[in-house]
């Protein structure tokens, strides 16, 4: 099975660290959300789509990404995130707008994957960012669980 992780991760590296960990395990080909293309897609059977939150929802460079895709054919995907409030509060649903969009293109979205990140975007510079050493090896390990179950 060939697989791609598609990222953005733009202020701390967060979704990097996640991305690699995730590739290592599937033996996944990672490529930047802004370098990404149609080609790339078509040659894979699963791809992972994964971004830092920003005020709710993932980075522009992987939403703009995934409403320039054509359509497939039921193509697997997953997408993870970093965020700085678990995704899982229930005023956070900030996966619902990628898979709104590949739903549209017809991806099968297979799993979703997140975990707390640092972060100090916006006001929260003003106090030194939140979870300051996250991902930690507890969220690294996580992530690796979560890939060997997409195998």
């Not at 995934?66 to 678990?86: E, Q, R, W």
């Amino acid at each position: 099975m060939k697989t791609i992780i598609i990222y953005s991760s733009i202020h701390h590296k967060n979704t990097k660290k996640i991305a690699k960990t995730m590739a290592n395990v599937l033996k996944a080909r990672l490529i930047k959300a802004k370098n990404a293309n149609e080609k790339d897609i078509k040659d894979a059977s699963l791809i992972g789509f994964g971004s830092g939150i920003y005020y709710g929802k993932m980075h522009k460079n992987i939403l703009n990404l995934a409403k320039k895709l054509d359509k497939v054919n039921n193509k697997k995907a997953f997408v993870f995130s970093t965020s700085g409030i678990k995704a899982n509060c229930f005023f956070n649903k900030n996966h619902r707008p990628i898979k709104k969009i590949l739903q549209n293109k017809n991806f099968n979205i297979i799993a979703e994957f997140n975990c707390l990140g640092h972060d100090s975007y916006g006001l929260l510079k003003l106090i030194g960012g939140v979870n300051k050493k996250r991902p930690n090896q507890k969220d690294i390990n996580n992530a690796k669980k979560f890939a060997k179950k997409l195998q």
